[in-house]
């Protein structure tokens, strides 16, 4: 139940922003909106308001924003200059853009939000662990110890604990920690790593900082810009055959939904971070059916002079979707086999 419960409201949400985006700069851009639907299939239920019918479908696997002049069939509409193709190239550009712009920035408000209320994670000067082989565990330092000097400089946090004890390869330091209540002194003498550095063989703790509204945003606004960037750097290496070709489907990212849901509501607020950027680049993507290839058609529209014939376009469309599916039904095979099959067989992966 809980993942269940966990999957709608990240799904929900997901297309929710992606939708709004479409639908709010449609309205802007003084395109009649038909219809705001969250899901795909019959009707759940719907609310008229205006010219605009609000509505909530059977199968959650997505949204749409139907807006007059997007049917190559559809009947002239009487205010025709509110039609979506009337509108310049730049004016259709932004409303299909708009979709994936509000998954990035929804990622952004969720990181934002996390780092204000739960705080920004950060290493501290407790010892999670001391590995073996190293000086730290031969001296006797030991996990739960927590660093509050090192050759009587007091430190207050993990980069002045490394920044001291790399100043110092193979030399002999003092360190202390408190360990309970108490304080106890340990001389050690440190390793050279491969860099030149002094090394003692210990793993920090964990920890949160909270933060205000500006640097919170700041660390938002970088942290979606590194995400995006470490996902288009695995996708380069996966076409390149640098890195496995794997990829997930709605069965795999439920079961991930599911485990960070019991991780704690944090944790699933990072999910559907890394989740809507994702979303947001794969829209992206110049694949029919997708907000990308409606932008390079536009694109092509801009250059060509005329657009390309409504008619095959929304075959290309169409053709696109099908591949979509069948692509998606052959993952969420490969999905059901590897959670629910070989990794109920030993030794199986």
């Known amino acids: 139940m809980l993942t269940f419960i966990a999957s709608v409201f990240v799904f929900g949400m997901l297309i929710l922003f992606h939708e709004l985006g479409h639908f709010t700069v449609a309205k802007l851009a003084g395109v009649k909106v038909y219809e705001f ?117 007091r430190v207050e946090a993990w980069e002045e604990v490394v920044s001291l004890i790399n100043e110092q390869p193979e030399e002999k330091i003092a360190v202390t920690v408190l360990r309970g209540d108490t304080e106890h002194n340990f001389e050690i003498i440190t390793i050279k790593d491969e860099n030149g550095q002094g090394k003692i063989g210990i793993v920090p703790e964990s920890g949160y900082k909270k933060m205000g509204l500006v640097p919170a945003a700041l660390m938002g606004a970088e942290w979606t810009g590194r995400i995006t960037l470490m996902v288009l750097d695995f996708l380069a290496k996966m076409i390149f055959g640098q890195a496995p070709a794997e990829f997930g489907g709605p069965v795999r990212v439920v079961n991930e939904i599911g485990k960070a849901a019991q991780v704690g509501f944090f944790f699933l607020l990072q999910l559907a971070a890394f989740l809507s950027i994702n979303l947001g680049l794969f829209n992206l993507f110049p694949i029919p059916a997708l907000d990308g290839s409606r932008i390079l058609f536009l694109a092509w529209e801009k250059v060509g002079g005329r657009p390309l014939d409504p008619i095959k376009e929304n075959y290309i469309h169409l053709v696109g979707l099908g591949l979509l599916l069948l692509l998606m039904v052959v993952i969420t095979y490969n999905d059901i086999l590897q959670i629910y099959v070989l990794d109920q067989v030993p030794g199986q992966r």
């Open 37 to 153: 639907s969250l899901g795909f299939g019959p009707k759940l239920f719907s609310i008229p308001r205006g010219e605009t019918s609000y509505n909530l479908r059977v199968l959650p696997l997505g949204g749409f924003v139907r807006m007059a002049g997007m049917d190559p069939n559809e009947e002239e509409i009487e205010d025709d200059e509110r039609s979506f193709n009337k509108k310049t190239i730049g004016q259709r550009v932004a409303v299909i853009f708009a979709g994936p712009l509000m998954n990035f920035l929804l990622a952004m408000v969720l990181l934002v939000l996390i780092f204000m209320i739960q705080g920004f994670p950060i290493a501290t000067t407790g010892i999670k662990d001391v590995l073996p082989g190293y000086p730290a565990v031969e001296a006797g330092l030991a996990a739960g110890d927590k660093i509050v000097a090192i050759n009587g400089l």
